[in-house]
């Protein structure tokens, strides 16, 4: 059974930061691409930022300049480093894995929250 355990939210206030790590556990022969999502309330999940296995990365717009996804393969894990943060980054952050088992699966994490309020 494959799990992803997200940690690194909380309370933040206005242009703080905040990093976020989700890692893979279980039985599988590795990790392709993984990503972050976030869901506020009200609103559908969206795509945050996104990292291949080889690191090649891309963000949605409102991402851009101010956050980082990077992942380390040796321990399964993806990190998101979100610098100045806004109100409007309030929300639930979602880890994601494809995960080859050989079969490849798609996993979620159980979601951090992330609150940007002074």
């Known amino acids: 059974q494959v799990q992803l355990v997200e940690s690194g939210g909380g309370l933040v206030q206005p242009g703080g930061s905040l990093r976020l790590s989700c890692a893979a556990s279980?039985?599988?022969?590795?990790?392709?691409?993984m990503a972050w999502y976030r869901q506020a309330p009200g609103n559908q999940r969206e795509l945050v930022a996104h990292?291949?296995?080889?690191?090649?990365?891309n963000y949605a717009d409102s991402a851009k300049g101010r956050f980082t996804i990077s992942r380390d393969n040796a321990k399964n894990t993806v990190y998101l480093q979100m610098n100045s943060l806004k109100p409007e980054d309030t929300a639930v952050y979602y880890c994601n894995a494809l995960v080859r088992l050989p079969s490849r699966l798609r996993y979620w994490g159980q979601g951090t929250q992330v609150t940007v309020s002074s």
């Open positions: 279980g039985i599988f022969f590795g990790v392709d691409d």
């Open positions: 990292i291949t296995s080889a690191g090649s990365t």
